[in-house]
């Protein structure tokens, strides 16, 4: 199976900052990496997908980067309503897998 | 809206069984590959079972697979996860999650989920 390890776990900033978040696979995955947005409560939302495209609605100030093992997803400007968990997700192959996530914390 | 609503988890004893359902509606349900993921009490998602368009083919994780069955009636617009032989650690909340298009293995929308906890 592909792992997936995300760092930080968590991390506290404050709104306006820019935040970034990695992802880390056990092997190759080409682009095959997807974020998604997790706040207390609610299910999973799809942020980005292949690595850097932004799923219809999600604002701009989410982008991804990265190719092969290593990976990123950076918010440009931390808005309120942005603070929550992050997780990844390799679309490689079956077992599908996510990293442990990140939590966003307010400082 | 496209939307997906779960329903039939609750408690159960080890070795129990269980069904739950998702009822999916604002698109095109048999033309869309499904997935259950489930979520556990630590806040770890783990990828359960996915099914293709039409049914014909399915995959499972390691660790339900011989226990758990997904199966979809496109005529209900439903998925359903039938889970059998539970043990304790299938503890979760599982959601009911589409593609955003077939075989892509990218999961958007999801369901609210439904929570399964499984007593010994």
């Known amino acids: 199976d592909i792992q997936m390890t995300q760092s930080p776990s968590s991390l506290s900033a404050s709104v306006g900052d820019r935040v970034t978040i990695t992802c880390r696979a056990s092997?190759?995955?080409?682009?095959?990496l997807n974020w998604y947005q997790q706040k207390p409560g609610k299910a999973p939302k799809l942020l980005i997908y292949?690595?850097?495209s932004l799923q219809s609605g999600v604002p701009s100030r989410f982008s991804g980067s990265g190719s092969e093992t290593d990976f990123t997803l950076t918010i440009s400007s931390l808005q309120p309503e942005d603070f929550a968990t992050y997780y990844c997700q390799q679309s490689r192959s079956p077992p599908l897998t996510f990293g442990g996530g990140t939590n966003v914390e307010i400082k | 809206d496209v939307q997906l609503v779960e329903s039939g988890g609750g408690l159960v004893q080890a070795g129990g069984s269980l069904r739950l359902s998702c009822a999916a509606s604002?698109?095109?349900?048999?033309?869309?590959?499904m997935h259950w993921v489930r979520q556990l009490p630590g806040k770890e998602l783990m990828w359960v079972s996915r099914i293709d368009s039409d049914g014909s083919s399915t995959e499972y994780a390691d660790s339900v697979k011989g226990r758990f069955t997904i199966s979809r009636d496109n005529a209900k617009d439903t998925l359903y996860l039938q889970m059998n032989s539970l043990r304790v650690e299938d503890s979760a909340a599982y959601y009911c999650?589409?593609?955003?298009?077939?075989?892509?293995?990218?999961?958007?929308?999801w369901g609210q989920g439904t929570l399964v906890t499984v007593s010994s």
């Open positions: 604002g698109f095109s349900f048999r033309s869309y590959w």
């Open positions: 999650v589409r593609d955003i298009y077939s075989g892509s293995y990218n999961f958007d929308p």
């Open positions: 092997q190759t995955i080409s682009n095959y």
């Open positions: 292949l690595a850097s």
